[in-house]
């Protein structure tokens, strides 16, 4: 079966940086997945990792580590439109049947 | 241009009642999803369709049913409403059931059942 770690919220300034973690357990692994979704909106897809390492995306960021079951999300120079949650996911080993975590919401503030 | 489009956006109904909920995709993708949002806001996979075929079936209640007319519906019908089936339901799509593709979902359908 798949368990999926993520802090419930965080808060952050706008203009700093903020890095939301997420752990998982996995029977099998076929990458990670973070998504965005505003409060009363659709989820959307942010970024997809299957190696060890970061990708970088504009202000967003994912890291990998697969031997430690460990992602991350970084944004940088945070936007008040930044405050949304976000989902961390993974897929299991045989067709599509993503598995959320419960989300990190994140608020920026002032 | 929309999507993943499902209506319709807010549905209220009575206990017992039953319901129908639609979702089109015009991404051309193969793969359709079906979750339900909770108010823990727990996001969990309910059934999955490729090419108009039944690939996954999460353990859903028997009065949930999904129908796929062709591989850009697919709609979902609830039976006998219960008080517990009041979420948010989202469709997705994604170009194939494989496990690096992304999900693009629809707006959701906020039920409340009364």
């Known amino acids: 079966g798949q368990n999926i770690d993520q802090p419930t919220e965080m808060t952050a300034t706008e203009g700093a940086i903020v890095q939301i973690n997420c752990t998982y357990q996995t029977s099998g692994f076929n990458g990670l997945f973070w998504y965005q979704q505003h409060a009363g909106e659709a989820p959307t897809f942010l970024s997809y990792n299957v190696l060890d390492g970061l990708e970088e995306k504009g202000r967003f960021s994912s890291f990998l580590s697969r031997s430690k079951g460990y992602s991350y999300l970084l944004l940088k120079e945070l936007q008040m439109k930044d405050s949304a949650s976000y989902l961390c996911?993974?897929?299991?080993?045989?067709?599509?049947?993503?598995?959320f975590g419960t989300g990190t919401r994140l608020q920026v503030t002032l | 241009d929309t999507a993943v489009s499902q209506t319709p956006k807010y549905l209220v109904t009575q206990m017992g009642n039953d319901k129908s909920i639609k979702c089109e995709q015009n991404l051309g993708h193969d793969t359709m999803y079906w979750y339900k949002q909770d108010s823990k806001k727990f996001l969990k996979i309910m059934f999955s369709?490729?090419?108009?075929?039944?690939?996954i079936n999460e353990t859903v209640p028997n009065r949930f049913s999904p129908k796929s007319p062709d591989k850009a519906h697919l709609n979902l019908h609830i039976n006998s409403l219960e008080l517990g089936d009041s979420a948010v339901y989202f469709c997705?799509?994604?170009?194939?059931?494989?496990?690096?593709?992304?999900?693009?979902f629809g707006d959701g359908t906020r039920l409340s059942i009364l």
């Open positions: 997705a799509s994604s170009q194939d059931p494989g496990e690096d593709q992304p999900q693009h």
């Open positions: 996911a993974v897929p299991p080993g045989t067709a599509s049947k993503l598995t």
């Open positions: 369709y490729n090419n108009k075929e039944l690939i």
